[in-house]
C-alpha cells in the first residue's frame, strides 16, 4: 500500500476522532435567544475564541421562538433557548421543549431557587422587581413593602405598568405563592383603587411619569431604572428595596435550558455551564444592568451602587405554576 494511502487514511481518521495537530472541524450550537443580539452576541463570540465552538444564534420575542421549537418539533436545529422571566422559562419546560439536564457545576453555580427544580433550565441572570419613587415627593420612611402600595395613603399616588406583560404577572403570582389568592386580590384591588393614571405601557413610561409629577410611586426592574438614569442621571428618582422585614424583594431570572431535541447536547450543556461560571456571569449581566445569579460574581459598581437587598428565596418557577391564576385575578381585579 502507498505511502499516500496510509497518509489518507490518517486524515481521514484525525477528522473523524481527533487526532491532535491534524485540524478537527470546530465544534457547533445554535441558540434561540429572546434576548437582544447586542446582549448576547458579545458571549458567544468570547466563548468562540475561548473554545474554538461555533455559535449560530436566531433571536426574536418569547412567544414565537416558543411556538417555532414546538412546530419544529425533532427537526429543529436549535440546541439551546434563551429567554426572560421564570414564567417563559417554566412553560417552556411545561411545552416539552427543553430537556432534563443533570449537572454538578449548574447546581453549583445557580442557588437552588433560581433554577427549576427538575433540571429542565437554569437562571443565569437576576432581575429584581422593586418600588421607585420621587425623591422630592415620597420619602422612604412612607415605604415598606409591596402590599403597602394598597393603603389610602397611595390614592391617586401610584403608577403600574400594564397587567399584560408577564413581569407583573410573575411578580402576583409569586404573592399568591406567598399568602394566597384571596389575600393577593384584596392586595392587587387595593393597588387599582390607587392609580393615579391608566396602566402604563412599560416601566420606563412609569418612571416618567412619575419624574413628571403624575405619580408619586410605582413599581419596576432595576434595569429599566438603571438605563434611564444613565440616560438622564437628572431625574429626582430613587429605588427602595420592600419586604425586607420579612420574604424580600420579588425576583425573576434571565436563563437558559437545553432543547428538548438538541443535535449537539454535550457541546450545550458546556455552553450552558460556562455561562454559569464566575468568567462569564459580567458578560452576562453587565450589559443589561442586571445582577449576577452565581452568588461568587460581584454586580457592575453601577449596579451595586443600588444598595444591597434580601431577596426573596421562593423558587421562581412559582411565577410560572400560577401564572394563569395570577393573570384571572387581575382582571377580576380591574387591573388592566
Not at 63 to 88: H, Q, S, W
Not at 127 to 139: E, L, S
Not at 158 to 185: D, F, H, P, W
Not at 282 to 288: K, T, V, Y
Amino acid at each position: 500500500m502507498s505511502q499516500f494511502s496510509k497518509s489518507a487514511r490518517r486524515w481521514v481518521a484525525a477528522m473523524l476522532f481527533g487526532l491532535p495537530g491534524l485540524g478537527l472541524a470546530a465544534e457547533e450550537i445554535v441558540v434561540y435567544s429572546a434576548r437582544n443580539e447586542q446582549l448576547i452576541k458579545p458571549l458567544f463570540d468570547a466563548y468562540t475564541q475561548e473554545t474554538g465552538t461555533q455559535i449560530k444564534f436566531l433571536t426574536d420575542s418569547e412567544g414565537p421562538l416558543l411556538e417555532k421549537l414546538k412546530t419544529e418539533g425533532a427537526a429543529t436545529p436549535a440546541d439551546l433557548l434563551i429567554t426572560v422571566d421564570a414564567g417563559n422559562l417554566w412553560l417552556a419546560a411545561k411545552e416539552g421543549v427543553l430537556a432534563n439536564v443533570q449537572s454538578k457545576t449548574l447546581e453549583a453555580n445557580i442557588p437552588a431557587h433560581l433554577r427549576d427544580p427538575d433540571g429542565y433550565w437554569f437562571g443565569l441572570s437576576v432581575r429584581a422587581r422593586t418600588i421607585v419613587y420621587h425623591t422630592g415627593r415620597a420619602k422612604p420612611a412612607e415605604l415598606s413593602t409591596y402590599e403597602d402600595l394598597a393603603s389610602p395613603k397611595w390614592k391617586g399616588r401610584l403608577c403600574l405598568r400594564t397587567s399584560k406583560k408577564v413581569y407583573n404577572q410573575s411578580l402576583v403570582a409569586m404573592m399568591i405563592a406567598r399568602q394566597g389568592e384571596a389575600k393577593t386580590e384584596e392586595i392587587v384591588k387595593g393597588w387599582v383603587a390607587n392609580l393615579a393614571t391608566e396602566p402604563l405601557p412599560d416601566d420606563t413610561k412609569v418612571m416618567e411619569a412619575i419624574a413628571a409629577g403624575q405619580c408619586d410611586v410605582g413599581i419596576v426592574n432595576t434595569y429599566y431604572y438603571g438605563r434611564l438614569m444613565k440616560k438622564r442621571p437628572d431625574l429626582k428618582l430613587a429605588l427602595f428595596w420592600p419586604n425586607q422585614q420579612d420574604r424580600g424583594v420579588h425576583v425573576n431570572v434571565s436563563g437558559a435550558g437545553i432543547t428538548a431535541h438538541a443535535k449537539h447536547k454535550a457541546a450545550a450543556i458546556k455552553f450552558l455551564e460556562w455561562l454559569s461560571s464566575e468568567k462569564a456571569q459580567n458578560l452576562f449581566a453587565d450589559e443589561n444592568l442586571e445582577y449576577p445569579a452565581n452568588r461568587k460574581v460581584k454586580p457592575h459598581p453601577n449596579v451595586a451602587a443600588w444598595g444591597s437587598f434580601k431577596q426573596d428565596t421562593i423558587n421562581v418557577s412559582e411565577a410560572g405554576r400560577l401564572q394563569v391564576q395570577a393573570v384571572k385575578l387581575m382582571d377580576r381585579a380591574g387591573y388592566k
